[in-house]
C-alpha cells in the first residue's frame, strides 16, 4: 500500500471528525472509503459517457431507433410475464 499525504484544511479536519466517529470509523478509514465511493462513481461515469458515445456512433451510422411507445410496451409486457416479440427498429 502506498503512502500519500494529505493537507486538509483544519475545517475539514473538524467535520470529517465527528462524521466517522458517528460511522464508527477513524478519520483514515472515512477518508479512504469516502475516496474510493469518488473513484467508482467516476470510474462508472466515464464508462456511461463512453457507452453513450458508441451508441451515438452506431445510430449515426444506421440511423435506427425505437419508437418510445413499442418499448414501453414491450418492457410492460415482460415485467407482467408475457411473451413478447421484441420492438422493431424504425429509420429516424
Do not use: N
Not at 500519500?4 to 479536519?13: C, H, N, S, V
Not at 465511493?37 to 449515426?60: G, N, P
Amino acid at each position: 500500500m502506498a503512502t500519500t499525504t494529505l493537507k486538509l484544511p483544519e475545517d475539514l479536519k473538524e467535520r470529517i471528525a465527528p462524521l466517522a466517529d458517528a460511522a464508527g470509523k477513524t478519520p483514515h478509514a472515512w477518508m479512504v472509503e469516502a475516496l474510493a465511493s469518488q473513484a467508482e462513481m467516476a470510474e462508472k461515469r466515464s464508462a456511461f459517457m463512453r457507452e453513450a458515445d458508441e451508441r451515438l456512433t452506431r445510430f449515426e451510422q444506421t440511423r435506427a431507433a425505437y419508437r418510445a411507445e413499442d418499448v414501453h410496451r414491450y418492457f410492460l409486457a415482460l415485467a407482467a410475464g408475457k411473451k413478447t416479440a421484441r420492438p422493431k427498429p424504425i429509420k429516424a
